[in-house]
């Protein structure tokens, strides 16, 4: 009995860190994360060391007018969705080697909450 429901929660677990990027994430929460993690170097409606994040999600990687991206973002051919967001956050340099943004965010949590916050900004103007 008891290890009918330790398998139970173990499914319920993993079914929620599979969809935590759809379901639950929490864009407020998102927003702190992001100012206290990524504000260092991106801006929503500037560049700055990194490149502005407003419209980031179903962007094509590398492609801000001007931004001087590493040849590999600009050549990844990424497209970023919620899915390859979280997993450049996770692992950068796992996702695209070369590339120049020497940043991780270890808990998935925390990556699901950024990534919400950033498709809420990305639908606004
Ligand atoms: C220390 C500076 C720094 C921090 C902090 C940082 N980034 Fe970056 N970011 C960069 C740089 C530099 C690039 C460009 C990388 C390249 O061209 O190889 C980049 C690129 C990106 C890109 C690709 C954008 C595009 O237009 O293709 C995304 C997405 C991104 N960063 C998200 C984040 C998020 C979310 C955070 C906070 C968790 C964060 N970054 C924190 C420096 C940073």
Redesign the pocket.
């Known amino acids: 009995m008891g290890s009918m429901i330790a398998a139970a929660a173990a499914c319920a677990m993993a079914f929620f860190a599979a969809t935590a990027v759809a379901f639950g994430a929490d864009a407020a929460r998102g927003q702190q994360?992001?100012e206290s993690?990524?504000f260092?170097?991106?801006a929503l409606d500037a560049d700055r060391?990194?490149?502005r994040?407003r419209g980031?999600v179903g962007?094509?990687?590398?492609?801000?007018p001007g931004?001087?991206?590493?040849p590999?973002?600009?050549r990844s051919g990424?497209e970023?969705t919620t899915a390859m967001?979280d997993a450049?956050?996770a692992d950068?340099q796992g996702l695209?080697p070369?590339?120049?943004?020497?940043?991780r965010?270890a808990a998935s949590e925390d990556r699901a909450d950024?990534?919400a916050f950033?498709a809420r900004e990305s639908a606004k103007r």
């Open positions: 994360l992001w993690r990524c260092g170097c991106h060391v990194g490149p994040h980031v962007r094509k990687a590398g492609t801000v931004f001087a991206y590493s590999a973002v600009q990424i970023w967001l450049w956050l950068p695209v070369g590339q120049r943004m020497n940043v965010v950024i990534i950033l």
